[in-house]
């Protein structure tokens, strides 16, 4: 019982809800591009996102100094079915607004390329 109050505890934050419409409609985003399309500093970004991995929503890939988050893996149980219960009500009609701002922060000539990459492709 404690661990679906966790769960709904963490989808009860606009924010969180907010990234995970993200990683739904995206699959796996760093850290940087969730922060910049929702207008939160990099330490309440990291916040949420801890919050979303500990009640198991989320999980995490470190590549170098970033790290990447992306819906937890588990298809069918509980997660599974929250994952499923979210794509049905987070309808473009919610997100168009997050849609838009991901389009204007983290796409490039209509090519969307996550934070880390186009990090990396500056350097060389």
Partial sequence: MRELADIFKALGDETRLQILSLLLKHGELCVCDIENVIGATQSKTSRHLRYLLHAGLVQDRRVGV???Y???????????????MLKKLLTPELTAGLE???????CVDGVCIPASKRAQEAAK
């Fill in 66 to 68: 970033w790290v990447h």
């Fill in 70 to 84: 992306h819906i937890a893996g588990e298809a069918d149980g509980r997660i599974g079915t929250i994952r499923r």
């Fill in 100 to 106: 838009t701002r991901f389009a204007q922060q983290c």
